[in-house]
């Protein structure tokens, strides 16, 4: 059994520095959410720890809730939430200001593995390994839409920069751009034989990237 390993990121985004943040774990099974320029969550088991990069010795605070080990993390634009998806099929958010559990939300029937906030906070969009996507409220904690059609279970999910557009991948070799609004599959594309394990829109909104598990980004 291990009970020790490193996790190991490479500071990339300021553009001002580069460098290595080990940080302690338990699990493999890391998640991570940047919360701002020098502030990160990250995940390993069932438990969420915020690490400020000026400090590395202790965390800032440790967020607990999840039942199931965390497989996703993702935070909202204006740093008010943060929402974890675990292997029991739970959407943990926390309310970073005070700590505490805002909501635990459930409808997926699998664990969840991709989670995005909409640009502006309203919208969380949970993907799982039942193959479906979750639209949440999150002015109230309730599910508003499911989008339903790929054929195996959600990698990667990302709302356009203006919100209205939702793009997922799935280990079905696909990507899909949804719209959240009227809960339509507006477009699917064949992208890759072994899944998808990344995707991003470009800050216009105008392109769609994403990297597959053969190590080629299209």
């Not at 520095?17 to 940047?34: C, K, N, R, T």
């Not at 675990?86 to 664990?111: K, M, P, R």
């Amino acid at each position: 059994m291990w009970k020790w390993l490193a996790f190991s990121i490479l500071i990339l985004a300021t553009g001002l520095a580069w460098g290595e943040a080990v940080l302690p774990g338990e699990y493999h099974e890391h998640a991570l959410a940047i919360l701002g320029p020098d502030t990160w969550a990250v995940a390993a088991g069932r438990t969420v720890k915020i690490w400020s990069l000026s400090d590395l010795e202790e965390p800032v605070s440790i967020l607990s809730g999840p039942t199931g080990k965390v497989w996703s993390l993702a935070a909202s634009p204006d740093g008010r939430y943060l929402a974890a998806g675990d292997q029991d099929a739970v959407v943990t958010v926390w309310d970073l200001e005070s700590g505490e559990v805002l909501y635990s939300l459930h409808g997926h029937s699998f664990g969840i593995w991709a989670l995005a906030f909409s640009p502006d906070g309203a919208l969380l969009a949970s993907g799982a390994h039942d193959a479906t996507i979750k639209l949440w409220d999150m002015a109230t904690g309730m599910e508003v839409g499911i989008l339903e059609g790929h054929e195996s279970w959600i990698r990667c999910l990302a709302f356009s920069p203006d919100g209205e557009l939702l793009a997922s991948s799935s280990c079905d070799g696909t990507v899909r751009i949804w719209d959240p609004a009227t809960l339509k599959q507006l477009v699917r594309i064949k992208a890759g034989a072994d899944g998808i394990y990344s995707l991003s829109f470009s800050p216009d909104g105008q392109y769609l990237a994403w990297g597959n598990y053969e190590g080629e980004i299209k």
